[in-house]
Structures are given as C-alpha cells and as structure tokens.
C-alpha cells in the first residue's frame, strides 16, 4: 500500500532547515515589505519557491499592493446597498465548493461570506456583473482572508490581471486566450494537439476552466493556491505555463485516450494526478522550464 504523503499547510515544517528558512524569511518580509518590493527579481523567485500558509493571505495582499486599499472601505458601502445580481448569485452559492467545510453548510458563514464579496464585486463593476466562474476565486480568497480583504484583491486581479476582461459578457478574451495556449500546445506538442484533432477535442472543452477558475475546479486546493501565489506575482503567464505543463507530464496518457476519455480525464482526474506534494513540485518545476514567448504572446 502506497502511502501519500500530504503537506501541513498550517504550521512551518519542524523537520526541514529549508522550509523554517523560508517560512523566517516570509515573516521578515510581511514586515518590511517597502524594501522588499524594491527588489523584484528576488520576490518572484521566492514567491516560486512557496509562501507559508500562515503568511498566504497578507502576502498576496502585499504583492498586489491592496493591503491598505480604499476598496476595503468601498466594500463596507456595497453591504449597505443590493444588487440586481443577488438572485443570480444565491443561485450559485450551493454549487461552489459543495464539499469544502467552510462553504458547505447552507446559509453558513462561508455561504454568506461569499455572497456578500460577490454582491459586492456586482455593484463595483456593473458591466461585469456576476460571472459564476469567479465565485471560485472569491472562495479561494476567502479560505486565507476576511471578506474586505478577498474583495480588494478581487478587484485588483479583476483589473490589472485581465480577469475583468474574461468575464465580460462578450468573452472575447476567453477566445483569445484558447487560442493563444492551442499555438502554444502546436509549438511545444505537436504530437497531442493532432491527437486532439482527431478525436475533435477542442481546447475550450478542457482549458475554459483552467482560466476561468485559475484551476480551482480543476486541481487540488493546495495545488491551486499555489498556482494563486504564482498568479499574484507574474500574471496570466503563469496560467499558460501551468496548462502546458499538465498536458506534457501527462501526455502519455492522453494520447492513449478517445475524446470520452479525454474530457474525463482532463475535466475529472486532474486531482487525483496532481495529489502528490512530488506531482505538485514537479508540474510547477515543469512550468517553470516551459518556453514561453513574451512577444509572440502578446500578439
């Protein structure tokens, strides 16, 4: 019997120099972030090297510079008002994290928590809306930080991230995004992408969500805070090399797959691949080293 060997994200690692190092380090800087911010090669290799869970919700807090944000006193005035979307988003709330403890009870604290950050996020941003895509997101933020909090980053990933621009109601950017990471599967694997195309698996039917979602719905959580922490730091770039990597450790067994197979595969088994904190390290390690062309991208 294989035993799979989990990581305590809520306290730092007795057992290793490295992770107390890393977990000091993250305090200092909490600390004394003016300074560190001023060097910002060495704040993104840290951010790749991991952020103590503890640490998480002020450090992307800090990162996206929201952290003393008047969003957080524009949120206290949305609490006042209400939202044409509000019917729309309890619609929802039930079907965002079914299973998670905090959001799973019925008109629970998480339940509410999210309602009132997605309500909010509808009155700041009234061509948006509400998208139910981005309540996973809001959820995510809300596991590390108060509901003030999610709803600042919110909004700063919304706008200097280019989510705003996926959850518009065109999805315009959406599109571009699919066919930006199928030029990138044609470039670096080649082989999968004609699989695909024989078996008329288009890339919308898999990767919609990875962007949509920033792979919450599709990878463990402690795999998709991961991911977050890499968002924060270097942007949609992040999501690409991401979706690369998935597809080329497991091109393998892809390419032994019909399109049944895929969609389940892709859309259902994704976790179950990634549980491992190894599979983890690898996939971002694989990110990492992906090819990625900043000017052909951007085109």
Same mark, same amino acid.
């Given at each position: 019997?294989?035993?799979?060997?989990?990581?305590?994200?809520?306290?730092?690692?007795?057992?290793?120099?490295?992770?107390?190092?890393?977990?000091?380090?993250?305090?200092?800087?909490?600390?004394?972030?003016?300074?560190?911010?001023?060097?910002?090669?060495?704040?993104?290799?840290?951010?790749?090297?991991?952020?103590?869970?503890?640490?998480?919700?002020?450090?992307?807090?800090?990162?996206?510079?929201?952290?003393?944000?008047?969003?957080?006193?524009?949120?206290?005035?949305?609490?006042?008002?209400?939202?044409?979307?509000?019917?729309?988003?309890?619609?929802?709330?039930?079907?965002?994290?079914?299973?998670?403890?905090?959001?799973?009870?019925?008109?629970?604290?998480?339940?509410?928590?999210?309602?009132?950050?997605?309500?909010?996020?509808?009155?700041? $941003?009234?061509? %948006?809306?509400?998208?139910?895509?981005?309540? #996973?997101? @809001? *959820?995510?933020?809300?596991? =590390? !930080?108060?509901? +003030?909090?999610?709803?600042?980053?919110?909004?700063?990933?919304?706008?200097?991230?280019?989510?705003?621009?996926?959850?518009?109601?065109?999805?315009?950017?959406?599109?571009?995004?699919?066919?930006?990471?199928?030029?990138?599967?044609?470039?670096?694997?080649?082989?999968?992408?004609?699989?695909?195309?024989?078996?008329?698996?288009?890339?919308?039917?898999?990767?919609?969500?990875?962007?949509?979602?920033?792979?919450?719905?599709?990878?463990?959580?402690?795999?998709?805070?991961?991911?977050? $922490?890499?968002? %924060?730091?270097?942007?949609?770039?992040?999501? #690409?090399? @991401? *979706?690369?990597?998935?597809? =080329? !450790?497991?091109? +393998?067994?892809?390419?032994?797959?019909?399109?049944?197979?895929?969609?389940?595969?892709?859309?259902?088994?994704?976790?179950?691949?990634?549980?491992?904190?190894?599979?983890?390290?690898?996939?971002?390690?694989?990110?990492?080293?992906?090819?990625?062309?900043?000017?052909?991208?951007?085109?």
């Amino acid at each position: 019997m294989c035993l799979k060997q989990k990581k305590n994200e809520n306290r730092p690692t007795q057992t290793g120099s490295q992770s107390e190092t890393l977990w000091e380090i993250w305090g200092r800087i909490i600390n004394d972030f003016d300074t560190v911010k001023k060097r910002p090669a060495f704040l993104k290799e840290l951010v790749r090297k991991g952020i103590p869970h503890e640490f998480r919700g002020m450090a992307w807090q800090l990162v996206l510079g929201v952290h003393d944000s008047a969003w957080k006193l524009e949120y206290r005035e949305h609490m006042k008002k209400t939202s044409p979307c509000e019917k729309l988003i309890r619609r929802d709330i039930a079907r965002t994290f079914p299973e998670h403890d905090f959001f799973k009870e019925k008109d629970g604290f998480g339940q509410e928590s999210l309602f009132n950050v997605m309500k909010a996020y509808s009155l700041h $941003d009234r061509e %948006v809306g509400y998208c139910q895509g981005s309540g #996973f997101i @809001v *959820g995510l933020l809300l596991m =590390q !930080m108060p509901e +003030e909090d999610a709803f600042a980053v919110m909004v700063r990933l919304m706008q200097d991230f280019r989510l705003r621009e996926l959850f518009k109601p065109s999805m315009a950017e959406l599109g571009l995004c699919m066919y930006k990471l199928e030029c990138l599967i044609q470039e670096l694997l080649p082989t999968l992408l004609v699989h695909f195309q024989t078996q008329n698996f288009d890339t919308s039917m898999y990767a919609s969500s990875w962007f949509l979602t920033l792979f919450v719905t599709s990878l463990p959580l402690s795999l998709a805070r991961r991911i977050m $922490d890499l968002f %924060v730091s270097e942007g949609m770039e992040m999501i #690409f090399r @991401v *979706g690369v990597a998935i597809l =080329q !450790m497991c091109q +393998e067994d892809l390419l032994a797959l019909d399109m049944e197979g895929l969609l389940k595969y892709l859309q259902k088994d994704l976790r179950n691949r990634f549980e491992l904190d190894s599979d983890q390290d690898n996939l971002l390690q694989t990110a990492y080293s992906i090819k990625y062309n900043h000017k052909k991208m951007k085109k």
